[in-house]
């Protein structure tokens, strides 16, 4: 039997290509998920104070953001351009009836989508009221406004 000189044994190196591949896939997969998170919310808007403006709820998983821009036409995820007062209605029917018919396949009674409004503070509340009685038109029962807690 032969064997190696007794000072020169063999090093075991691990493989690290398996888990650096990992690591990076991770990485782009969040990276992905910040984008498609980023591109909802409008950073143009420029919210209002208030005192109570509190943080968004993390048990809420179904979530329409809503962004009301200074020229009065609702910015969303999806859409080539603004929308116009014209145009938010059928929008509205248009998400909750597929947010519905989510829900049913889920085993759901009632929608459970909260709609998210940012509003520009340039805005008259007039506008922000009318897309609150639009969106309650349209079935949805959960509404969140959003607000800065000081001014940036």
Known sequence: MSHAP???????????????????????????????????????????VAQSALPMSKKETDILFLNLNS????EVLGEDHPLKVTEW?????????????????????????VVVIRADKENDYKQVYSLLNMCKA???RKYQLRAMTQAA
């Open 6 to 48: 007794s000072g020169e044994g063999s090093k075991a190196e691990p493989n690290l290509t398996p888990l650096l591949d990992i690591v990076l896939q991770l990485l782009m997969f969040f990276m992905m998920c910040v984008n498609f998170v980023s591109d909802q919310v409008n950073e143009g808007i420029k919210l209002p």
């Open 71 to 74: 020229k009065g036409e609702l």
């Open 138 to 140: 349209a079935g949805y």
């Open 89 to 113: 209605k059928s929008f509205l029917k248009r998400q909750y009836d597929d947010a519905d018919r989510l829900a049913r396949e889920k085993g759901q009674k009632n929608v459970q989508t």
